[in-house]
Each structure stands twice: as structure tokens, then as C-alpha cells.
């Protein structure tokens, strides 16, 4: 398995500030992935990142608002940009836990929480 | 793309009781079905999934089975226990290629297990 660990835990966050999410994976991985949680909802995927490369976009979500990066194999971020109380959710990393099994596990997420 | 439609959203039972829940997705080409077990305020974790070479999985008082045909499958949990009470997610993916990790999750189910 794999064991992936973000920060910060939570944070409260003024209007149209931008905050960056942070996520360690105890191991290398090809890819990870950022999803978002609203609040009493299900998880939506919002980009993967890869290595080397630029992030890859789900419908709804673009770069502007939610730039990524992903220096390494072991590390990404996830920047929410000019936040709006719409954007208070829960934001979770992922990654895959081995080449052959290919579970997806996930961090304990972030929860945001825009005034 | 993909869609996942869960039922029901809630679910209460007894303890020592079955549960079922119940998925339905679109795309025909999704061959990897995880379910994911999520506590208040904790992160989703895997607790069975299936993929499309096999009807039926079992592990312990979990079974999920898988219908190609009519694009459904379903979570039973039997013997439940107040434990086994949280949100479950369905979900669907193509596992291969870069949709790995990229899940479709179903809209959640509260399930409620009284002593």
C-alpha cells in the first residue's frame, strides 16, 4: 500500500486569497491525483499529475484556478487560486499503490473552509 | 464519460443483518470497481473492489458481485455490525493506460447499523 500524507490538515481561508495543498507518497508513483470533496458529496476528480508533465484536466476544472505541480516522483501540490466560498471542500491526494494491483489510496485530505 | 449512479443514499439496519448496495454504470469499457469505506472525517479507504473478469469477490462478511451484461454491481455486507456504520462509495474505472487512478465515484451511502 501506499501511504500518502497532506498538509495542511485544514485551514480557513479569506475571499480571494490562494492557499497550496501539499502531498508526500511514501513511495515513487507514475501518476497521482487530486479529487475534490464538497461538503456531503461524492469525490470528484479534478487533474492527475504526472512527472515531467503538465497536469491533465477534468472537465470544470482548469489550470488557471488550480494550478499543479509535480517536481518528482514522491511529491505534488495543488493550488487553489482566488478562492470563493464555493471552493470550501475537502481536497484529497491519490495514488496508486503498486504496478500490479493498482488500488488508489488516499491522503486524509484538506479541508478548506473560504469566508 | 463515465456515470455511476449508487443506491440508495441511506441505509438503516439492524445489527447482525444484511446490507446491500447497489451500482449502475454507463461505460461499457470500465473493467475495474472499487468500493470505498469512508468515516466522519476520515479519508475513503478501499475495502473490496472487482474488475471485469470475474462475477463475484468475497472477503470475510464483504462480497461485491459485477453484471457486464446490465452494467451493474453490487455490496453486500452480512452479519453487519455498528462498525460497519459510514458512507460507502461505489466506483468505476478503466484500469489501464492513463485512466488509471481515474475514478468515477457514485453518489455515497450512508449506512446506519443499530445495536
Known amino acids: 500500500s501506499a501511504v500518502i500524507s497532506q498538509k495542511p490538515s485544514r485551514d480557513i481561508c479569506q475571499r480571494g486569497t490562494s492557499l497550496t495543498i501539499q502531498c508526500q507518497v511514501d513511495s515513487q508513483v507514475t501518476m497521482m491525483f487530486w479529487y475534490r470533496q464538497q461538503p456531503g458529496q461524492s469525490l470528484t476528480l479534478i487533474a492527475t499529475a504526472n512527472q515531467g508533465s503538465e497536469a491533465t484536466y477534468e472537465s470544470g476544472f482548469v489550470i488557471d484556478k488550480f494550478p499543479i505541480s509535480r517536481p518528482n516522483l514522491t511529491f505534488s501540490t495543488l493550488t487553489v487560486s482566488n478562492m470563493s466560498p464555493e471552493d470550501s471542500s475537502i481536497y484529497l491526494c491519490?495514488?496508486?499503490?503498486?504496478?500490479?494491483?493498482?488500488?488508489?489510496?488516499f491522503g486524509e485530505g484538506s479541508r478548506l473552509t473560504v469566508l | 464519460g463515465e456515470n455511476v449512479e449508487q443506491h440508495p443514499s441511506t441505509l438503516s439496519v439492524q445489527e447482525g443483518d444484511s446490507a446491500v448496495i447497489k451500482c449502475t454504470y454507463s461505460d461499457s469499457a470500465s473493467n475495474y470497481f472499487p468500493w470505498y469505506k469512508q468515516e466522519l472525517g476520515k479519508r475513503p479507504q478501499l475495502i473490496i473492489d472487482?474488475?471485469?473478469?470475474?462475477g463475484e469477490k468475497k472477503d470475510q462478511r464483504i462480497a461485491v458481485t459485477l453484471n457486464k451484461t446490465a452494467k451493474h454491481f453490487s455490496l453486500h455486507i452480512t452479519e453487519t455490525q455498528p462498525e460497519d456504520s459510514a458512507v460507502y462509495f461505489c466506483a468505476a474505472s478503466r484500469a489501464g493506460g492513463t485512466s488509471y487512478g481515474k475514478l468515477t465515484f457514485g453518489q455515497g451511502t450512508i449506512l446506519t447499523v443499530h445495536p
Open positions: 472487482i474488475r471485469s473478469n470475474v
Open positions: 491519490s495514488a496508486r499503490g503498486g504496478a500490479v494491483t493498482g488500488e488508489l489510496f
